[in-house]
């Protein structure tokens, strides 16, 4: 889940710093063993540099992600069940992860309304397989200039509004539907107390025990 705001730059004051923008979402290696507990929808909430993204399968399967970019920290949660399983991961861990998803990218003079904001759209591809090409949309408008200071979309200042991405192995695409100015309360972007904290190994495992 995996967008993540930094610290630095100023907007107009027409931008949005503060609301949530609803996604969908789509699995494109349908043959992964969790494809079939992907989520169908994200939500993703922002204030000024904080960021939170809910996933959710049928009603019981939830994840989210808790970006800090003051921390240099992503945080996952998964609730599912009687599991309620937490981990932090520091900026090193994430890019070491992001090596095998790193992207190259290509500017376009094209503009496509998304959710009602004008983006821009940028080619993509795969530095570990340049034929595969894709598309990214981003918008300036949404929180923010400097946005996704970790991950493979470091270089791309502004909302994510469509675009791909790969956790524990599953890739999907997500694709910006709506966006609503709201108050965010600052206790989204803290772990509940009942979470328990694992290593990110341990996370690791437990996924891949979901898939068996």
Known sequence: MFLTFCNGGEKTKSSLLEGSVDYNVEVINTDHPMAGMAPGSATVKFKNN?????????????????????????TQMVSFMDIKSACV???KDLNEEFKSYELNFEETDEIKE???????????????????VFDVYYTEDLGLEALNHIGPYHKIKGMLMGYRIKKFGLELRLTATSVKKEAIKDEIFEVPSYFKMVTPSEMLSLFEDLQK
Not at 114 to 132: D, Q, R, S
């Open 114 to 132: 998304i959710a009602g904001y004008k983006c821009k759209k940028m080619l993509a591809n795969f530095t570990g397989n340049p034929k595969e």
């Open 50 to 74: 904080k960021l939170q993204v809910e996933m959710s399968a049928m009603g019981i399967f939830t994840t989210m992600f808790i970006s800090d970019p003051d921390r240099h920290t992503l």
């Open 89 to 91: 991961q520091n900026e």
